[in-house]
């Protein structure tokens, strides 16, 4: 039985290099990887295992801990495994206030201790944007711009949650 995959960072879909890869059939450790430089692991295995659960548990620093459960029904696996970074997740949507449509290309400064990002809002308005596990606890400071709309300012103290959601309404000046 051969059982391969890629492992990509979730946010920037960027390959992972050395991630520990336990597999696992029905609570038995059959082999530990190491992804290569493209992210990639393989690993071949003696025995017909269809009808069994194989559980694949990806870990790597900076990353939250990913558990895979798999019910085996061929001999050959192959699938790809997204590890989100460990930090804070700040998503949210730009709207006019007034007619509650969604604003696209709306400038957005993100502050957090020594980082700063600027984006830009999609088609639908939406945005998304991941804080370093480094600034939790710091304040995030957001100024958000677009042509013919006044500016705002928005400050979230202390941050801490893993997901911070932002429903952003601008007023037209």
Not at 110 to 136: C, K, M, P, Q
């Amino acid at each position: 039985m051969k059982i391969a995959g890629t492992i990509r960072d979730a946010v920037s879909n960027s390959p992972l290099e050395r991630a520990k890869i336990t597999l696992e059939i029905e609570g038995d450790i059959i082999g530990i990887l190491i992804s290569d430089p493209e992210g990639l692991f393989e690993y071949v295995v003696m025995g017909d295992f269809i009808g069994q659960t194989l559980t694949c548990k990806a870990e790597k620093e900076g990353y939250d801990t990913k558990i895979i459960e798999y019910d085996i029904e061929e001999s050959d696996l192959t699938f790809e495994i997204e590890m989100v970074p460990v930090g804070i997740r700040v998503e949210g949507t730009v709207m006019d206030s007034t007619s509650k449509t969604a604003l696209d290309n709306v400038k957005l400064d993100f502050s957090v201790g020594t980082e700063t990002t600027t984006l830009h809002s999609d088609f639908e308005g939406r945005f998304g944007y991941l804080i370093s596990a480094n600034n939790i606890g710091k304040d995030l400071i957001c100024n958000i711009e677009k042509e013919g709309y006044k500016r705002k300012r928005i400050t979230y103290q202390e941050i801490e949650e893993k997901v911070i959601n932002l429903p952003i309404e601008l007023i037209r000046k």
